[in-house]
């Protein structure tokens, strides 16, 4: 399978713990989006990649949310001092250039309690 | 800023008859417009995009839809509706320089047997 993948898909943490998703793109798709959906409501942006460079950030995103693209393949996002409010689906989406379609990967489900 | 509506939270239809699923956009320039859906517990799956050109747009699924500059829509329509098709349904716009897409609140289609 040649999709965007994300790892886990499920996930339940309890409030103050750290959690990582990870991500892996389409094969040399040199864009990279992360997208947080809570239920009822569409996607909203959270950070993109070019590359490797993380080019920018949602205001959405607060101090406690990390991202990584290290190699320019896969990419990280590190949620510390869980809150129950992240509770969410964190989907994961590629592009091969700037204004191309965005594929998104199954998303990583967070239950924080 | 940019946006788009999709103004019914849920469209039933009975299997074999049209369906259409309504979105509106604000967006200043020519508009990038997007729809996606998805299945329960399952990331968005991209049906078909409005770039440039010809007004009607076909898809996946045997899906199309209908760009209209003068009513700033662009709704996704099927001729015969399947049970199959039941899901969430999602328009999105693009925006210039980062490429992020904005979201409608979605739309649940419930085609029934």
């Known amino acids: 399978d040649t999709g965007v993948s994300q790892d886990p898909r499920h996930k339940i943490t309890k409030r103050g713990q750290n959690v990582t998703f990870r991500c892996d793109p389409i094969s040399e798709h040199n864009r990279l989006y992360w997208y947080r959906q809570t239920l009822g409501q569409g996607p909203e942006f959270l950070t993109y990649?070019?590359?490797?460079?993380?080019?920018?950030k949602s205001r959405l995103l607060s101090d406690r949310f990390s991202a990584e693209r290290p190699k320019g393949s896969f990419s990280t996002l590190e949620i510390q001092r869980t809150e129950q409010g992240d509770s969410a689906m964190y989907l994961c989406?590629?592009?091969?250039?700037?204004?191309?379609?965005?594929?998104f990967g199954p998303g990583t489900r967070l239950t924080v309690l | 800023a940019q946006s788009v509506a999709q103004p019914e939270d849920q469209v039933n239809v009975a299997e074999g008859n049209p369906l259409t699923v309504k979105c509106t956009y604000s967006v200043s320039g020519n508009p990038y417009l997007f729809w996606y859906v998805q299945y329960p517990n399952r990331g968005l799956q991209f049906l078909l995009k409005y770039i440039t050109g010809d007004n009607l747009v076909k898809g996946s699924y045997g899906f199309e839809a209908e760009f209209n500059k003068s009513q700033t829509s662009f709704h996704l329509k099927k001729p015969s509706a399947l049970v199959s098709d039941s899901a969430l349904y999602f328009c999105a716009t693009q925006t210039l320089g980062n490429y992020q897409l904005i979201w409608g609140a979605g739309t649940k289609l419930i085609i029934k047997p």
């Open positions: 990649f070019q590359n490797e460079a993380q080019l920018e």
């Open positions: 989406a590629s592009s091969p250039t700037a204004g191309a379609t965005q594929y």
